[in-house]
């Protein structure tokens, strides 16, 4: 049973999304939720053994399975886990059951399919955070896109179509030059589809320099870094609460672990060539999009560019080539998992009662929402990277590593202090405090046993993760080191 | 005996934090009174624990450890822990006592408001969090409780959440302080980058051998490393402690209840810079530049918000200023390597300003929250307690001799007389000057409140200048109400008075106390550190020959006779000639409406920081993501593969006489292709 947890990992939740999608029409919806969150549920217990099982004094893959796959190319169905991969898996099982709960009612139609759509897309996730084949990779990575453009573009707004496509056809630019590079890979490595082949494949200088920004461009969109973001905020204001959820919180993951597994250890002298080009582009996304976030009069697209701001601290931490940004950019991608899940299902909340994002439809809720007003409070003081919450301490470690790299980068980006503030409280004092400001602020009520539920379990998250991140860095740490020791050799022939 | 030791360290702090819990999480459950009893339990427990650790450290031990380990990476290592020295058992003192005088107060200041749990919550989680800032032993902590304690100002500023100027205040607060926690950060980012440590004891040792150590922050302009590192940090401070040019959020933060402006914006958290500063002199004393530049920005400090205390009308805005003008103060004997002296002042000024504050409170109680001061006058006869305590906070915020206020104020004067460094001149002139200004606001806001006639009754202070904000918010917000409407104004309960009573104690006395063991003896032991090379402490040494001597001394010395003059004058323009003031205020107008308007600051930055913030980012996402990247990249190559498939398309129309002709034309160019050839 052991032996094959990853294959679990990433089968019961698809297993579960195809028995939810039998149950057929909304007739049956009650059923469909009962079971996807079973499934979700089933889904996050097999997960956990990965944890506990973990062992963290090795930077060596662990639980891994292989099996002949397409023996006629040498693809293998290969898994494993690193110090890298393990947290995210677990934090895309446990966004799952939180997705299935938040939308147990506001979803009444076609109930089956919108809970199958995120079952299978977090196996699907889970298969993309697992794979060590070049080729199964590359499935999971696209496969997990057809589900998510299914929930923009079926559950979505108004616009929801242009923001489905927009979505799509960004991100499938990009994933084409990957798989060209992958092509070029495999038969420069000799024949191998193996991704920790590749990380000991010699390349050319050229070779390194072209396959670096097909990468880049591949996982660039998906994280999104500046100037290719722009299809985040459309998809985020079109999607269902729970669609923003799972993008934010993980598939934006998806992007930025694949610099960890691919750009960073495959072509490391170009990743060291071009890291001042990263670290700009990172260091453009902190200031200018928050910038731009400050005069959203959407909540969902502030919190959007929010969301592309703290992602730059992860493509900076990456860049800085030491442990302490290394680590602090994955421990910024998992707080940044909870933060903004969180916040988007507070704007779930929120639109669930008076139906809009705007801001200025809002105001003075905190006299009608009290317990909702305390959560949102904490969430956004998370986002603004309070100390003592989970947003503090990665954006603390990358701007600590940015100091010893260069004082100008650290500067840049400590403008984060000043600006994520600045966006999140400015909304929350237009949103929350004040008198009520209309009738229908006046008829909102305040959050529901489930609604506490969902929110008060990302609380306890950000708050142990802010208080004591040791247990995380724990886990990364070996990995980490082990890769940029790894990075930190040439590859040139 | 040291375990327990260690174990009342813990509970200095969590206590207070278990009330906040308990009022915050509970308050429905607990009730009002269950709030303040657990909360002031919570307080009262830290308080005595504070006495044994103080009688502990004055018995010679010292304590550096680790609660727990927060991160490891490696080598490095982040911690959570506690240094227990004679500056921390000293501020812990300070921060409990007051604290716990504010939480009684609280019971009657707050009587009929809605909110009265969570307030008990914010204020003893303030403590809490204030206890963790000055226990900490390494930057990571010091920056947690320093964050911590602004989120709980932020959230207390803006406590009357349903008042605009309230929730306008307090983000004001909170981001003007953030751009001090960016310079602070990024200092903390330097000692991390070149200590390899945020520990205190490694950083302070190593600190000498890095004190020639040079950046680059440019090319061609070699820094000392340390002059970085000190202003970085400074300007956390700057934030924190509301100096120039970073202090226009402290008069705003008035929005916030009374009880909260006396332990927060006056006695403790704003103080919390000075004692950054303080802890920090084994890094301060390598940087001369630094010291430099951190007195004369509390020299301006000192001297330009005294000035605008002068004009307010607002009782507890006076109080504000005066408060900014002595934060300046302490920072200016900071900068004269007079760290003890800075600290000595923060003391003494946390007992007399606390005093006041509440005692404000207690007049606006009284007044049924009117705050305007040209709306009292005369309530020494009605409110004898309040008007006692006043007074006695105010003799010692000016300076008179053997109050407490004096030996502070006036070694800090003498500090800046001896200190050499560039700007020292300028400080000088500015705490001397300063003594005649806070002498005349003190004693112009005294006076109107307590002495003169009966203003009261003439209306409830609907004042028309553009600065009056009234504690006025309609909806029965704070207040035991001392007066009935058309009544006449009666002395506060209890809870109100007995805080006011144990804070006149030490301000009366703790200067004279203390004054020999804390600035010549060997109090602060290896707990501040000067450099041989700054001479102040030692020739202020020279000059003293006791309290007593000292408070003799000084009635025939230049800022006795300044602090005279000062009240002379706004008892002749308050009491005698209220016409003058008025006519002065006319001649100069400009002036006049300059400090009105508090030299045009909150105009300035509005303007500049968040109206050019706006403007730059409406600007980056409409030109930039709208215009460029989604109209020309994304949305114009879609628009390019349409263009080019309708060019496309047209050859597919599907009329065989269309495909038919094009074959032709086809067949002749390659004819005449292979033609050519030939």
């Given at each position: 049973?052991?032996?094959?947890?990853?294959?679990?990992?990433?089968?019961?939740?698809?297993?579960?999304?195809?028995?939810?999608?039998?149950?057929?029409?909304?007739?049956?919806?009650?059923?469909?939720?009962?079971?996807?969150?079973?499934?979700?549920?089933?889904?996050?217990?097999?997960?956990?053994?990965?944890?506990?099982?973990?062992?963290?004094?090795?930077?060596?893959?662990?639980?891994?399975?292989?099996?002949?796959?397409?023996?006629?190319?040498?693809?293998?169905?290969?898994?494993?886990?690193?110090?890298?991969?393990?947290?995210?898996?677990?934090?895309?099982?446990?966004?799952?059951?939180?997705?299935?709960?938040?939308?147990?009612?506001?979803?009444?139609?076609?109930?089956?399919?919108?809970?199958?759509?995120?079952?299978?897309?977090?196996?699907?996730?889970?298969?993309?955070?697992?794979?060590?084949?070049?080729?199964?990779?590359?499935?999971?990575?696209?496969?997990?896109?057809?589900?998510?453009?299914?929930?923009?573009?079926?559950?979505?707004?108004?616009?929801?179509?242009?923001?489905?496509?927009?979505?799509?056809?960004?991100?499938?630019?990009?994933?084409?030059?990957?798989?060209?590079?992958?092509?070029?890979?495999?038969?420069?490595?000799?024949?191998?589809?193996?991704?920790?082949?590749?990380?000991?494949?010699?390349?050319?200088?050229?070779?390194?320099?072209?396959?670096?920004?097909?990468?880049?461009?591949?996982?660039?969109?998906?994280?999104?870094?500046?100037?290719?973001?722009?299809?985040?905020?459309?998809?985020?204001?079109?999607?269902?609460?729970?669609?923003?959820?799972?993008?934010?919180?993980?598939?934006?993951?998806?992007?930025?672990?694949?610099?960890?597994?691919?750009?960073?250890?495959?072509?490391?002298?170009?990743?060291?060539?071009?890291?001042?080009?990263?670290?700009?582009?990172?260091?453009?996304?902190?200031?200018?999009?928050?910038?731009?976030?400050?005069?959203?009069?959407?909540?969902?697209?502030?919190?959007?560019?929010?969301?592309?701001?703290?992602?730059?601290?992860?493509?900076?931490?990456?860049?800085?080539?030491?442990?302490?940004?290394?680590?602090?950019?994955?421990?910024?991608?998992?707080?940044?998992?909870?933060?903004?899940?969180?916040l988007f299902l507070c704007i779930g909340v929120m639109y669930d009662r008076l139906h809009s994002r705007q801001i200025k439809d809002y105001g003075g809720l905190v006299n009608k929402m009290p317990v909702f007003a305390a959560f949102f409070m904490l969430f956004a003081m998370a986002n603004a990277g309070l100390p003592a919450t989970s947003g503090f301490v990665?954006?603390?470690?990358?701007?600590?590593?940015?100091?010893?790299?260069?004082?100008?980068?650290?500067?840049?980006?400590?403008?984060?202090?000043?600006?994520?503030?600045?966006?999140?409280?400015?909304?929350?004092?237009?949103?929350?405090?004040?008198?009520?400001?209309?009738?229908?602020?006046?008829?909102?009520?305040?959050?529901?046993?489930?609604?506490?539920?969902?929110?008060?379990?990302?609380?306890?998250?950000?708050?142990?993760?802010?208080?004591?991140?040791?247990?995380?860095?724990?886990?990364?740490?070996?990995?980490?080191?082990?890769?940029?020791?790894?990075?930190?050799?040439?590859?040139?022939? | 005996?040291?375990?327990?030791?260690?174990?009342?360290?813990?509970?200095?702090?969590?206590?207070?934090?278990?009330?906040?819990?308990?009022?915050?999480?509970?308050?429905?459950?607990?009730?009002?009174?269950?709030?303040?009893?657990?909360?002031?339990?919570?307080?009262?427990?830290?308080?005595?624990?504070?006495?044994?650790?103080?009688?502990?450290?004055?018995?010679?031990?010292?304590?550096?450890?680790?609660?727990?380990?927060?991160?490891?990476?490696?080598?490095?290592?982040?911690?959570?822990?506690?240094?227990?020295?004679?500056?921390?058992?000293?501020?812990?003192?300070?921060?409990?006592?007051?604290?716990?005088?504010?939480?009684?107060?609280?019971?009657?200041?707050?009587?009929?408001?809605?909110?009265?749990?969570?307030?008990?919550?914010?204020?003893?989680?303030?403590?809490?969090?204030?206890?963790?800032?000055?226990?900490?032993?390494?930057?990571?902590?010091?920056?947690?409780?320093?964050?911590?304690?602004?989120?709980?100002?932020?959230?207390?500023?803006?406590?009357?959440?349903?008042?605009?100027?309230?929730?306008?205040?307090?983000?004001?607060?909170?981001?003007?302080?953030?751009?001090?926690?960016?310079?602070?950060?990024?200092?903390?980012?330097?000692?991390?980058?070149?200590?390899?440590?945020?520990?205190?004891?490694?950083?302070?040792?190593?600190?000498?051998?890095?004190?020639?150590?040079?950046?680059?922050?440019?090319?061609?302009?070699?820094?000392?490393?340390?002059?970085?590192?000190?202003?970085?940090?400074?300007?956390?401070?700057?934030?924190?402690?509301?100096?120039?040019?970073?202090?226009?959020?402290?008069?705003?933060?008035?929005?916030?209840?009374?009880?909260?402006?006396?332990?927060?914006?006056?006695?403790?958290?704003?103080?919390?810079?000075?004692?950054?500063?303080?802890?920090?002199?084994?890094?301060?004393?390598?940087?001369?530049?630094?010291?430099?530049?951190?007195?004369?920005?509390?020299?301006?400090?000192?001297?330009?918000?005294?000035?605008?205390?002068?004009?307010?009308?607002?009782?507890?805005?006076?109080?504000?200023?005066?408060?900014?003008?002595?934060?300046?103060?302490?920072?200016?004997?900071?900068?004269?390597?007079?760290?003890?002296?800075?600290?000595?002042?923060?003391?003494?000024?946390?007992?007399?300003?606390?005093?006041?504050?509440?005692?404000?409170?207690?007049?606006?109680?009284?007044?049924?929250?009117?705050?305007?001061?040209?709306?009292?006058?005369?309530?020494?006869?009605?409110?004898?307690?309040?008007?006692?305590?006043?007074?006695?906070?105010?003799?010692?915020?000016?300076?008179?001799?053997?109050?407490?206020?004096?030996?502070?104020?006036?070694?800090?004067?003498?500090?800046?007389?001896?200190?050499?460094?560039?700007?020292?001149?300028?400080?000088?002139?500015?705490?001397?000057?300063?003594?005649?200004?806070?002498?005349?606001?003190?004693?112009?806001?005294?006076?109107?409140?307590?002495?003169?006639?009966?203003?009261?009754?003439?209306?409830?202070?609907?004042?028309?200048?553009?600065?009056?904000?009234?504690?006025?918010?309609?909806?029965?917000?704070?207040?035991?109400?001392?007066?009935?409407?058309?009544?006449?104004?009666?002395?506060?309960?209890?809870?109100?008075?007995?805080?006011?009573?144990?804070?006149?104690?030490?301000?009366?006395?703790?200067?004279?106390?203390?004054?020999?063991?804390?600035?010549?003896?060997?109090?602060?032991?290896?707990?501040?550190?000067?450099?041989?090379?700054?001479?102040?402490?030692?020739?202020?040494?020279?000059?003293?020959?006791?309290?007593?001597?000292?408070?003799?001394?000084?009635?025939?010395?230049?800022?006795?006779?300044?602090?005279?003059?000062?009240?002379?004058?706004?008892?002749?323009?308050?009491?005698?000639?209220?016409?003058?003031?008025?006519?002065?205020?006319?001649?100069?107008?400009?002036?006049?409406?300059?400090?009105?308007?508090?030299?045009?600051?909150?105009?300035?930055?509005?303007?500049?920081?968040?109206?050019?913030?706006?403007?730059?980012?409406?600007?980056?996402?409409?030109?930039?993501?709208?215009?460029?990247?989604?109209?020309?990249?994304?949305?114009?190559?879609?628009?390019?593969?349409?263009?080019?498939?309708?060019?496309?398309?047209?050859?597919?129309?599907?009329?065989?006489?269309?495909?038919?002709?094009?074959?032709?034309?086809?067949?002749?160019?390659?004819?005449?292709?292979?033609?050519?050839?030939?």
């Open positions: 049973m052991l032996n094959n947890l990853l294959s679990l990992v990433i089968w019961v939740p698809i297993l579960a999304g195809v028995i939810v999608l039998a149950t057929g029409s909304d007739r049956n919806a009650a059923l469909a939720r009962w079971l996807a969150l079973a499934g979700a549920l089933l889904g996050l217990i097999v997960a956990i053994p990965l944890a506990t099982g973990f062992d963290t004094a090795t930077s060596a893959m662990q639980f891994v399975e292989k099996a002949a796959w397409i023996p006629a190319f040498n693809v293998h169905y290969h898994l494993g886990v690193d110090g890298i991969s393990m947290p995210l898996i677990l934090l895309n099982s446990f966004i799952t059951v939180l997705v299935v709960i938040a939308g147990w009612q506001v979803i009444q139609d076609k109930v089956a399919q919108y809970m199958a759509a995120f079952l299978i897309m977090s196996g699907l996730i889970n298969g993309v955070f697992a794979a060590l084949d070049g080729i199964l990779f590359y499935v999971f990575f696209e496969g997990m896109l057809i589900p998510l453009y299914l929930i923009v573009g079926v559950w979505g707004g108004p616009n929801r179509v242009y923001a489905a496509f927009k979505f799509f056809l960004y991100t499938l630019l990009g994933s084409l030059l990957m798989l060209v590079s992958m092509i070029y890979l495999y038969f420069q490595s000799g024949g191998s589809f193996d991704i920790q082949t590749w990380h000991t494949t010699a390349l050319g200088m050229t070779a390194q320099t072209l396959m670096f920004f097909a990468f880049l461009l591949a996982f660039g969109v998906k994280v999104p870094m500046w100037p290719v973001h722009t299809w985040l905020p459309d998809a985020h204001v079109e999607a269902p609460t729970g669609g923003s959820v799972v993008l934010a919180a993980i598939t934006l993951k998806v992007g930025a672990y694949g610099f960890l597994r691919f750009i960073l250890p495959i072509v490391p002298d170009a990743s060291h060539e071009l890291a001042w080009f990263v670290i700009l582009l990172s260091l453009t996304a902190v200031a200018y999009i928050g910038l731009v976030a400050l005069v959203q009069a959407d909540m969902k697209k502030l919190i959007a560019y929010s969301s592309i701001a703290h992602m730059g601290f992860v493509t900076l931490g990456f860049f800085l080539f030491n442990p302490l940004g290394a680590e602090g950019g994955l421990v910024q991608m998992i707080s940044h998992g909870f933060v903004s899940a969180a990665g954006e603390f470690m990358v701007i600590m590593a940015a100091t010893q790299v260069n004082f100008w980068f650290a500067f840049v980006a400590a403008t984060t202090l000043i600006l994520g503030a600045a966006y999140t409280l400015w909304m929350y004092k237009r949103v929350v405090f004040g008198a009520v400001s209309n009738p229908h602020v006046e008829e909102m009520r305040d959050i529901s046993l489930r609604e506490i539920l969902l929110l008060g379990v990302l609380a306890v998250c950000v708050l142990v993760m802010g208080l004591y991140p040791k247990p995380f860095t724990d886990v990364m740490h070996a990995s980490m080191v082990d890769l940029l020791a790894h990075v930190a050799q040439s590859k040139l022939p | 005996m040291r375990v327990d030791m260690q174990t009342l360290y813990l509970v200095v702090p969590l206590a207070p934090l278990f009330g906040a819990i308990v009022a915050g999480l509970f308050g429905r459950l607990v009730g009002r009174t269950g709030a303040h009893v657990v909360t002031i339990a919570g307080v009262a427990v830290s308080f005595i624990a504070s006495v044994l650790v103080f009688q502990d450290v004055l018995a010679g031990h010292t304590f550096n450890g680790t609660v727990y380990t927060w991160m490891t990476l490696g080598d490095l290592h982040f911690e959570v822990g506690f240094l227990v020295d004679a500056l921390t058992a000293m501020m812990m003192l300070v921060v409990t006592f007051v604290s716990l005088m504010v939480h009684v107060y609280t019971i009657g200041y707050m009587h009929d408001d809605p909110g009265y749990q969570r307030f008990f919550s914010y204020i003893s989680l303030f403590t809490f969090s204030m206890l963790m800032l000055v226990m900490s032993n390494n930057f990571l902590q010091l920056f947690f409780g320093w964050e911590a304690v602004g989120l709980v100002s932020y959230l207390l500023i803006g406590f009357w959440y349903t008042k605009e100027t309230a929730i306008y205040a307090n983000l004001k607060a909170f981001l003007v302080n953030r751009v001090g926690d960016f310079g602070f950060i990024l200092g903390i980012g330097l000692v991390l980058a070149h200590f390899g440590s945020l520990d205190y004891a490694t950083v302070f040792a190593k600190a000498p051998s890095l004190a020639r150590e040079t950046i680059t922050l440019w090319p061609g302009a070699p820094w000392m490393l340390m002059s970085v590192i000190g202003i970085l940090l400074f300007i956390g401070a700057m934030g924190k402690s509301a100096q120039f040019p970073l202090h226009v959020w402290l008069p705003d933060s008035m929005e916030g209840p009374t009880p909260i402006s006396a332990l927060i914006h006056a006695a403790t958290m704003v103080t919390a810079g000075i004692f950054m500063v303080a802890r920090m002199s084994p890094l301060y004393e390598l940087s001369d530049t630094a010291l430099s530049f951190i007195m004369v920005i509390g020299a301006i400090t000192a001297l330009f918000m005294g000035f605008l205390g002068m004009v307010q009308n607002d009782i507890k805005r006076v109080v504000a200023y005066s408060t900014l003008s002595q934060l300046g103060y302490m920072t200016v004997a900071l900068g004269a390597s007079a760290y003890s002296v800075a600290v000595f002042h923060l003391m003494t000024h946390a007992f007399f300003k606390a005093l006041l504050f509440l005692a404000a409170g207690s007049v606006i109680i009284a007044m049924h929250h009117n705050q305007d001061i040209r709306y009292m006058g005369g309530l020494k006869k009605y409110m004898p307690i309040t008007w006692v305590t006043s007074l006695i906070g105010s003799l010692a915020l000016i300076g008179t001799p053997f109050l407490s206020g004096f030996y502070s104020k006036e070694s800090i004067i003498e500090a800046a007389k001896i200190s050499h460094l560039p700007g020292a001149g300028f400080a000088y002139f500015a705490v001397l000057a300063g003594v005649f200004v806070t002498a005349f606001y003190s004693f112009r806001m005294y006076f109107l409140v307590f002495h003169g006639k009966e203003r009261f009754h003439q209306g409830h202070g609907h004042g028309n200048e553009p600065d009056a904000h009234h504690g006025h918010d309609g909806a029965g917000h704070d207040g035991a109400h001392g007066q009935d409407h058309g009544g006449q104004p009666h002395e506060t309960p209890w809870v109100v008075t007995g805080p006011l009573l144990a804070l006149a104690l030490p301000s009366l006395a703790i200067g004279y106390m203390t004054i020999e063991p804390m600035l010549f003896g060997d109090f602060f032991g290896r707990a501040i550190y000067v450099a041989d090379r700054h001479p102040v402490m030692h020739e202020l040494d020279q000059e003293f020959h006791g309290a007593m001597e000292m408070g003799l001394h000084a009635l025939t010395t230049l800022p006795f006779w300044l602090a005279a003059a000062g009240v002379g004058l706004a008892a002749f323009f308050y009491l005698k000639r209220p016409d003058i003031p008025a006519a002065i205020a006319r001649r100069f107008k400009f002036l006049h409406q300059m400090l009105l308007n508090k030299y045009w600051f909150d105009e300035l930055y509005s303007w500049v920081f968040a109206q050019g913030a706006l403007a730059l980012g409406g600007g980056l996402w409409r030109r930039g993501d709208q215009n460029v990247i989604d109209g020309f990249f994304v949305n114009g190559s879609a628009h390019l593969v349409e263009r080019f498939s309708r060019l496309v398309k047209a050859f597919q129309s599907g009329y065989i006489y269309h495909y038919a002709f094009a074959m032709l034309i086809g067949v002749f160019a390659l004819v005449t292709w292979f033609a050519r050839l030939n």
